[in-house]
Nanobody
Framework: QLQLVESGGGLVQAWGSLRLSCAAS????????LGWYRQAPGKQRELVAM???????DYAGSVKGRFTVSRDNTENTVYLEMNSLKPGDTAVYYC?????????WGSGTQVTVSS
């Protein structure tokens, strides 16, 4: 059973940076899609960034140019590098992985950006 554990969240000032990590309990070499969602208070969960096995990446318009998703297959880890953070980026960030027809989720990590 795949388990995902996020880390790296915290409190940062506007225009600061954070790097989130998502460690998988199994090899991610053959996982088709990995990435990150976020959910702010009172809002629906939204896709932030996704990395497909072939190498293509997709980003929410609001984070393009500021966030970068990457994977390290040797460490079975997915990263989300976040730069130029804004208060609007405040949310719980969730890692996900698509395996066959199932989607697995981490428990989330809080990111708070102060103005």
């Amino acid at each position: 059973q795949l388990q995902l554990v996020e880390s790296g969240g915290g409190l940062v000032q506007a225009w600061g940076s954070l790097r989130l990590s998502c460690a998988a309990s199994v090899s991610i070499n053959s996982i088709n899609a990995l990435g990150w969602y976020r959910q702010a208070p009172g809002k629906q969960r939204e896709l932030v960034a996704m990395l497909v096995r072939g190498g293509s990446k997709d980003y929410a318009g609001s984070v393009k140019g500021r966030f970068t998703v990457s994977r390290d297959n040797t460490e079975n880890t997915v990263y989300l590098e976040m730069n130029s953070l804004k208060p609007g980026d405040t949310a719980v960030y969730y890692c996900f992985a698509d395996v066959d027809r199932s989607r697995f989720w981490g428990s989330g990590t809080q990111v708070t950006v102060s103005s």
